[in-house]
């Protein structure tokens, strides 16, 4: 009964008691519930939508979320893109600048058939992609935008710095467009603040998309998103397509944010307790970072749910308790500070689920999703996730 | 040249520029400087060493850090004493918490041969334990003790827990010894924090051993460790073995704490320059979370390093330059806050090294080691590493 530590197949369905902890779980009903909550909201639009696959990992996810079998996708690493392009996967977005020893491996992907994209945001990189690009196949490439200082990307109303990308990458290889991502909006507080960074971001990608056309390019591409700003838009007007991934299982982060409810959460890990230290009421459990991972997405919201937030084995939260500290294989369960009242007793060997803080960071830890299928509290299935680079 | 990304074996020696990034290096120079020194100093203290496998992870480090071919060895999953016991490993602690459904694991382990040690703290877990146990081939069990309000553990005075314990497992069990490991001593500062702390430790576990001595049970065991004791102990009277993990690497944790300079840390991440915010002082590399860890040991300490010490391509750290944030795939690089001067340029494409902060942590992100052996700069092999539970 102890056999499914590496993510083996034994015959489903099967008692989630029955698993090895810790381990990582996928409320089916959930997710379905979140992908078709944005999916609907941005065919409403009528925007287009390329979903970001980094944070599934999954080929079984990934058909879930995508438009068609064939994409279109969104990539954080060039092993997405190839896991992917196995699997049937045409229309991919490599949503990371290049690097420039990186091309032999895009250029690989291409002659495969996938129309694969690249992003940069420098004369430097535009000027190798350009002497590698082979004008029978011109590689696609969209220029990133800064729109908020969160990260990379050139300042929108850098018009000299856009042309001069554009023009290094012409004849050789393909201005497609331009992609930004609202990083900040992981920061905003509250409705209106959610609008505004959506705005914003649209606003950037406009500008830039219209700039470039005003000097000759036709940029058809326009590229934004997050999943708070996906989801909170209140325009997507001159958007070709918006992008999000973490909004397929949701986590404590985008809860404290405002962009989904802590029920929403798709994505659990299943611990057992082993342990307590009665007099400080910490219920000590076995999963630690490397289960949960040292996440502390929440420590600057309103809320700070710790490492995660502690639910019963049927996924409902108990009032007040989290990990409020992780070692490598260790977790510490505890009532938030302040709150009033004791500690639930909770015996060695109980089971216990812990929602993420961030999706992305947790499910990295993991080999596989244990999916809890739409019919009840059993694991009906395992889903492999891929890694690496 | 770019097929290294998967941990594949081609043709070894290879120049670190061929590796596609992120990748975790192992210096092994270095990491076998880190590991003769412990053994030295516990050998010439004559007391016995159970090193901790749960940073490595690795069949080829772990040989080089066990005493012989056999063990014994310290583990934290019980995936790690599986992977030890196919390559013959037979002497085995599992240092966290028994949780009572892992015992048929345990005893599948014993059956193979290995002398698989357990660890608890509870009356419930000893019942647990002694309940399935088999007369003819009782479990050991060693207890765990608190010996500095850290985590898990029996408080080293509470003769009668401690008692009970050992009477709840016998005689279906059999009580081995006692366990503690000072993790406090993380945050010990300067050099007489460091022995204060190892003395703690020690004298928690001879204290304990001795109450239970003296009420009957035998107690051969007596195992204390962590890094930063095991190197700062100015005794081992009464202590049997003493256990360690992350001396076998470093990390700049250990390096603030004291215990080690930057110059001997083993582990490193290779990563690209893939942009820049000339306006910031930004340098963009390709290493984030997913490479380096959400780890921030060092924000506690005399001198924050962010998420990591940026070197050059030899290992020599550049001056001031570290990993002020990280997202999942992109690492921000710039000069320390407050350092006087402009950040260096480093073009887009120069490869970095990225010393960890944890290197427990960061090691779990990567599937295997690339080995810069001992004569020189290049990549000569290629360890794999396990993971999961």
């Not at 499914?4 to 197949?9: Q, R, V």
């Not at 949960?292 to 996924?315: F, H, K």
Request: with cysteine; hydrophobic share 40%.
């Amino acid at each position: 009964m102890h056999i499914f530590s590496s993510c083996k197949k034994p015959a489903w369905p099967c008692s989630m008691g029955l698993l090895d902890t810790p381990c990582l779980l996928l409320d089916e009903k959930r997710m379905n519930l979140n992908i078709s909550r944005l999916r609907d909201r941005l065919l409403s639009a009528g925007v287009g939508f390329r979903p970001h696959l980094k944070t599934a990992k999954s080929i079984e996810v990934s058909r879930r979320m995508m438009p068609t079998p064939h994409g279109p996708a969104t990539v954080s690493t060039l092993r997405e893109a190839e896991e992917l392009a196995d699997h049937g996967v045409t229309d991919i977005t490599y949503a990371v600048g290049i690097a420039p020893d990186r091309l032999p491996r895009v250029q690989t992907l291409r002659s495969r058939g996938v129309d694969l994209s690249i992003l940069l945001d420098s004369v430097e990189q535009a000027a190798a992609v350009a002497a590698v690009s082979d004008p029978a196949d011109p590689v696609p490439v969209l220029i990133e935008l800064d729109c908020d200082g969160h990260r990379s990307g050139v300042k929108p109303d850098d018009t000299s710095l856009l042309v001069s990308i554009a023009r290094t990458l012409t004849p050789a290889a393909q201005l497609r467009g331009v992609l930004t991502h609202a990083g900040e909006s992981y920061e905003a507080k509250g409705r209106a603040a959610l609008i505004a960074a959506a705005e914003q971001e649209r606003m950037a990608a406009v500008m830039a998309a219209e700039s470039l056309r005003a000097a000759g390019w036709a940029c058809p591409v326009v590229s934004v998103g997050s999943t708070p700003t996906a989801l909170s838009a209140s325009s997507y007007a001159g958007v070709s397509e918006v992008r999000a991934g973490v909004y397929v299982f949701f986590d404590l982060v985008q809860a404290g944010i405002g962009v989904c409810t802590v029920d929403d959460i798709a994505l659990s890990v299943l611990t057992t307790v082993i342990g307590h230290q009665h007099a400080k009421g910490w219920t000590l459990v076995d999963a630690g970072w490397t289960a949960l991972s040292s996440d502390r997405g929440t420590a600057t919201q309103a809320v700070d749910q710790g490492y995660g937030v502690v639910c019963d084995e049927s996924g409902s939260p108990i009032p007040d308790l989290i990990v409020i500290a992780v070692n490598q294989e260790h977790g510490i369960v505890a009532r938030r500070p302040g709150a009033a009242g004791d500690s639930p007793h909770l015996p060695v060997g109980k089971k216990l689920r812990i929602l993420p803080s961030h999706a992305c960071a947790t499910a990295t830890q993991h080999r596989c999703y244990h999916v809890i299928g739409t019919g009840g509290n059993d694991v009906t299935e395992v889903w492999p996730r891929f890694s690496g680079w």
